[in-house]
Nanobody, 125 residues
């Protein structure tokens, strides 16, 4: 249902834009989120966006550097990552919650119903 792409190798201070392509007719009523998992660490929340994109929420570690967005007409979600740091190195996953109410941003990974396969991001110092 979800396919993430756009990861790669970038130097510290650089930028990447991750994309998440969704299949299904109800994308516009899914809350979307991005999570990441670094080697040897647990998965952590990165950012979330509501159905219509009117509400967004970020983990403190990425606030001011990352931007989450979506295009409901194209069934796409995005994560723009700027000023990347080596500690941002991880596999990034997009996720969809099809039970969220309108306007909700979902930060709990356990609430998500669908997950993409992950796209790796490596930031070199």
């Amino acid at each position: 249902q979800l396919q993430a792409s756009g990861g790669g190798l970038v130097q510290a201070g650089g930028s990447l834009r991750l994309s998440c392509a969704a299949s299904g007719r109800h994308f516009s009523s899914w809350a979307m989120g991005w999570f990441r998992q670094a080697p040897g660490k647990e998965r952590e929340y990165v950012a979330a966006i509501s159905w219509a994109g009117t509400r967004k929420h970020y983990a403190n570690s990425v606030k001011g550097r990352f931007g989450i967005s979506r295009d409901n007409g194209e069934n796409m979600a995005y994560l723009q990552m700027n000023n990347l740091k080596p500690e941002d190195t991880a596999v990034y996953y997009c996720a969809a919650d099809d039970n969220a109410v309108a306007g909700a941003v979902v930060v709990d990974s356990n609430a998500y119903d669908y997950w993409g396969q992950g796209t790796p991001v490596t930031v070199s110092s």
